[in-house]
């Protein structure tokens, strides 16, 4: 027997789907430079939940692993949320088909202190939740505080982030209210345990994957930049240093990116996204893998 009120959310959730305002707006939301620069901070959030945590570095994925071949990684993850936010459904379903494949092998151990499955929607509701902050954060960064109306839609639209795997709409919190009290509530319990704030820190912040002259080059930037973006909890956890005028640095280097932005064509302040997507698609007509 079909639960009325899930039928009713979800039939709201179809109704904003075929909305053809809605993917002019979720666009608007997607500014690729901000996950260049942001990604690396989102996953360490990610990465905070214990379950989510050991996942990443337990993987038996090896293709897939950031600390064997970020730029895999780092298309994989781009392509997802380009289909999630600005994709078809037919997108969408696709790419959550070739997701589930990999996603078959990232379970835990059957005698595991920590368990975790990649299939489980609590899992990836924390892990939406993570998107969402992070894009919210910087259209903040960039543009300054959003109005309500934009923080309302900007939360609605974000439940593609979990509804484009398994998670269904009816875990996604009804509003930011109820948002705001399962994230305090997320990251007051959080606690990273010391394999995992190891690869966070080496692999993840300095840029441990990537050639030592790479490193010297880009790893101060890049750690000041992922520092910046996180919360102060985060940053906590991880040892991170920082100070008021480190904040008065970042708020103004990120402000004056923004005002560039907000001055770039659409395609340009959409770039990779819509790279990705058309590469997806792409693949799929040729066979190709789609991760």
Not at 43 to 48: E, K, P, T
Not at 203 to 210: A, E, N, R, S, T
Request: charged residues 25%.
């Amino acid at each position: 027997m079909t639960h009325p009120i899930r039928s009713a959310r979800s039939a709201k959730a179809s109704a904003r789907a075929a909305d053809p305002g809605a993917l002019a707006r979720r666009r608007r939301y997607m500014v690729g430079t901000g996950a260049l620069l942001g990604g690396a901070a989102n996953v360490v959030m990610q990465l905070s939940n214990p379950a989510v945590g050991r996942g990443v570095v337990e993987s038996v994925v090896k293709s897939g692993r950031y600390d064997r071949n970020p730029r895999k990684r780092g298309r994989t993850t781009l392509t997802y949320l380009a289909v999630a936010m600005i994709g078809t459904e037919d997108d969408r379903a696709a790419y959550r088909a070739a997701t589930n494949v990999s996603h078959r092998s990232v379970r835990s151990a059957p005698d595991a202190e920590i368990t975790y499955n990649a299939f489980d929607p609590r899992l990836q509701l924390w892990v939406a939740a993570c998107i969402y902050q992070g894009v919210r954060d910087c259209q903040v960064a960039f543009f300054g505080d959003l109005d309500q109306a934009t923080e309302d839609d900007l939360y609605l639209q974000s439940a593609r982030f979990g509804t484009t795997l398994q998670m269904g709409q009816d875990l996604w919190p009804a509003d930011r209210v109820a948002f705001a009290e399962y994230w305090d509530a997320q990251v007051r319990a959080m606690a990273i345990d010391p394999d995992v704030r190891r690869y966070l820190l080496e692999q993840v912040i300095d840029l441990g994957p990537y050639p030592r002259g790479y490193r010297l080059v880009f790893g101060p930037a890049h750690r000041f930049v992922t520092t910046g973006f996180l919360p102060q909890r985060f940053r906590d956890e991880l040892g991170l240093t920082w100070s008021p005028r480190r904040q008065r640095l970042f708020e103004g280097a990120m402000r004056t990116l923004g005002r560039v932005l907000a001055r770039l064509p659409e395609r340009h302040r959409l770039y990779p996204y819509e790279n990705y997507l058309r590469d997806m698609r792409r693949r799929r007509e040729l066979g190709k893998p789609l991760v």
